[in-house]
Every structure is written in C-alpha cells, then in structure tokens.
C-alpha cells in the first residue's frame, strides 16, 4: 500500500557528524602517516573539502590510480564508502562499507551505511541475492547498539547522532523482520522506534500491520490505534496526504470488520493523532462482543419479543419439526411483534419481528375487530398454533387473544 521511506539520506546525514577525523590534513595527521608527494597530499586535501559525491569520487579514482599504494589506504575506503552514500549508490555503498568492515570491524560509519541501504537493495535483488542482503542489514544494523563516541566528536552531536543511529538500527530490524514473516520480532523493534521517536507515521502503520498479522485477539486495539496513528498524525515525520488517505480507507475497512461499526472510530483517530501507543485501558470491542450485548440489552427491554424470535429459531432449526409436532393445536407463548396489517372488521392481524419486515405471524381472532390498528404499532399476542411455513417463515395462529384490544378467547 505504501512505499518504504528509507533512512538512506539520514545515514550518509549522521556519517558527516562524525566523519570529521577520518582524512585530517595531513599537517594534523599522525607522524608516521605522510603524504608521498605534493600530488598526493592536494588529492588527499582535496577528497577532505568536496563536498559534491560526483566529484569526490573522480577525486578517489585519480587518487587510486596514481598512487595505488599509499599511507591512507583504509581512509580511502572510507571515502568511497561516504561518496557513494552521498551519491545514492545504495549497491557500491554496500560494497565499500564491507571493504571498509575488513580493515576496521565493527566500523560505526560502515556498519550503518550498510543498515540504511538494505531496503533499498532488497526490493531490486534477485531471490538468491535476497537472504544475504537481509543477513548483511540485520548483522550490521546489530552493532549499532552501544556505540563508544569516537575521539574528537562534540558530545552533544555525538548523542543526536546515536539517538538517530539507534532508531535506523531498530526500524531496519523491524523492517528485515517484516521480510521474514517474523511479526513479533517486527512488533518488538517498531515499538522501540516509537518509544524514541514518535513522529513516525510509517512505522506506526507497520507496527499495525505486523500486529495484525499475528491474529492475536490480545493486540486488536494496539493494531488498530497504529494504523489510526499512521491515518490521523499531521506533524513533522506523517505521511504524504495521498498515503494518508489510503490508510484512512483501509483503517475504516480493518475497524468495521472488527468492530461491525464504525462508532468510535473518529474518537479513536483523535486519540491517536496526539499519542504514538495506546494506552493500557484501551477496549475497542468486536463485532461479537457489540451483537451479544446488544441482544442481552434488547432481551431485558422486548422479552416477549424475544420469545418469538427464539421459537422461530428452534422450528427452523435440526429439532423444529420434532418442536413444531409438540406445539402444532397448543397455546403459544405470549408474544409481542410489530403490526403488519390490522384492517377494521377483520379478524386477522399480520404481525412482523421488524417494523415493516415480511409477514412472520398470522393470527385469527375469534372476535372481529371494530377497528383497524395502523402499521409498525407493536401488539402482545398469543394464540394456537396452526400451521407452519418454514421458508419464508410463516406462523399461523387460531384462536387468538390481544389483550391491547380487548380480544380475548
């Protein structure tokens, strides 16, 4: 339904706030790391202050091919990670990030380039390449987690850059999860996003997915509260007005099948648009639920109601015809239905179980009415039964009493 925002562009972001100490001038440099010549050391100079990827990496490759060998080796691999990261090239950056992994494992700046590009590779790869890119983004997104700030980094950039750092590590787990069909694994790392950053309206739209996909009755109203997050959140971090718009619509198709209404559900977008996660007294009852309350409520207020439709469900029922053979030239229970027709000197009253329904009940009054009742008036009735029609329903009683008009037997 929604394409994947990917951290790639705030990973190449977060690798220049600590990409600072990587190519120092060689001036700055350690003593032992010297520049071959003029030549090199304005190379070397000059991939330090570009700024443009494009041509940082002529500057790489004229670097590579005049001095093959050289002091700065595994700055150079770091450089051509960094370049190809600002360059979008999520396959090269993948490639040097692992190069770089060879010479210094467990690199900060590699292993979260390979992180943030793992979505972006996944979708184009081929099924044999798949499983590795996913195994590469889980190991790499793994060792992001209680990082040592590197000499030379300010404190306070430093903690912005692990804060964001962390959340990429967990929404890419998250996201390789969802690949993997592990909904829980997926659930545990969206919630950890969340939790440290909730302007994220796509990771709450996931986190309701995968929560779904677990078909857990216990986490309706988590699964639920996330998409209506997703749906109703306006600030920084929320979904283009389209995608909005489509989880809105799938929102209401995903409540009312739960639910069998859409009452509460504009109370529920409310709330979650101010909150990324439910809170714990959240109840969103299903559609069950809303019925068998909703009958147990109508039982207490039209018990003579009910008392038809429960005989009507037993004669249509497996036991009906052995019912119907026991009641068939007896006394009914007292009954109360909506009138059909009662017209003035007749003595039949057709009677429905909803205003304006189908004819349910036909009784014959021993006594003619003097007077019509009008249509949708409820009447309490009892009578003998007669006959019986099971499709369409259809109860024939003789003999009849309606109090309500003086009718009696």
């Known amino acids: 339904m929604l394409t994947r925002v990917t951290n790639f562009a705030l990973a190449a972001a977060l690798l220049m706030l600590v990409w600072g100490a990587v190519i120092p001038p060689p001036a700055q440099g350690q003593a032992e790391k010297r520049p071959k010549d003029q030549k090199e050391y304005e190379l070397i100079n000059g991939v330090f202050k570009e700024t443009d990827a494009a041509k940082k990496l002529q500057m790489l490759q004229e670097w590579e091919k005049s001095y093959p060998e050289t002091a700065y080796s595994t700055e150079r691999v770091q450089s051509f990670m960094q370049a190809h990261q600002q360059a979008g090239n999520a396959k090269e950056t993948v490639e040097w990030a692992k190069k770089v992994l060879n010479l210094i494992p467990g690199d900060i700046q590699?292993?979260?380039?390979?992180?943030?590009?793992?979505?972006?590779?996944?979708?184009?790869?081929?099924?044999?390449?798949?499983?590795?890119?996913?195994?590469?983004?889980?190991?790499?997104?793994?060792?992001?987690?209680?990082?040592?700030?590197?000499?030379?980094?300010?404190?306070?950039?430093?903690?912005?850059?692990?804060?964001?750092?962390?959340?990429?590590?967990?929404?890419?787990?998250?996201?390789?999860?969802?690949?993997?069909?592990?909904?829980?694994?997926?659930?545990?790392?969206?919630?950890?996003?969340?939790?440290?950053?909730?302007?994220?309206?796509?990771?709450?739209?996931?986190?309701?997915?995968?929560?779904?996909?677990?078909?857990?009755?216990?986490?309706?109203?988590?699964?639920?509260?996330?998409?209506?997050?997703?749906?109703?959140?306006?600030g920084q971090g929320a979904l283009p007005a389209e995608g909005r718009v489509q989880v809105d619509e799938y929102l209401k198709t995903v409540y009312t099948t739960?639910?069998?209404?859409?009452?509460?559900?504009?109370?529920?977008?409310?709330?979650?648009?101010?909150?990324?996660?439910?809170?714990?007294?959240?109840?969103?009852?299903?559609?069950?639920?809303?019925?068998?309350?909703?009958?147990?409520?109508?039982?207490?207020?039209?018990?003579?109601?009910?008392?038809?439709?429960?005989?009507?469900k037993t004669l249509q029922g497996p036991s009906g015809d052995t019912v119907w053979s026991d009641l068939r030239g007896k006394l009914t229970p007292r009954m109360r239905l909506y009138v059909v027709s009662a017209p003035a000197r007749s003595r039949t009253i057709r009677l429905s179980s909803t205003q304006g329904g189908p004819v349910e009940v036909e009784v014959g009054l021993t006594n003619m009415m003097r007077q019509g009742v009008g249509g949708g008036r409820q009447l309490t009735f009892d009578g003998v039964a007669s006959s019986l029609t099971k499709n369409p329903f259809k109860l024939t009683l003789t003999d009849g009493a309606v109090p309500a008009l003086g009718i009696s037997r």
């Open 110 to 234: 590699a292993n979260l380039a390979i992180t943030a590009t793992t979505a972006v590779l996944y979708p184009g790869a081929s099924d044999s390449e798949k499983p590795q890119i996913l195994e590469d983004g889980a190991t790499a997104a793994g060792a992001l987690f209680n990082l040592q700030k590197p000499a030379g980094v300010d404190a306070a950039q430093w903690a912005a850059a692990t804060k964001q750092i962390g959340e990429t590590a967990h929404e890419t787990l998250g996201w390789i999860a969802m690949q993997r069909k592990d909904h829980e694994t997926a659930e545990k790392e969206f919630l950890a996003v969340l939790e440290s950053n909730p302007a994220k309206a796509q990771v709450s739209y996931w986190l309701g997915t995968e929560v779904l996909a677990q078909s857990n009755p216990n986490k309706n109203e988590l699964a639920l509260y996330s998409i209506a997050r997703a749906a109703a959140y306006e």
């Open 258 to 312: 739960y639910a069998g209404t859409e009452d509460g559900l504009e109370d529920l977008k409310a709330m979650a648009k101010n909150s990324p996660l439910p809170p714990a007294d959240l109840e969103i009852k299903p559609a069950a639920v809303r019925r068998y309350e909703e009958e147990q409520q109508s039982r207490k207020e039209n018990p003579l109601l009910w008392a038809f439709l429960d005989l009507k």
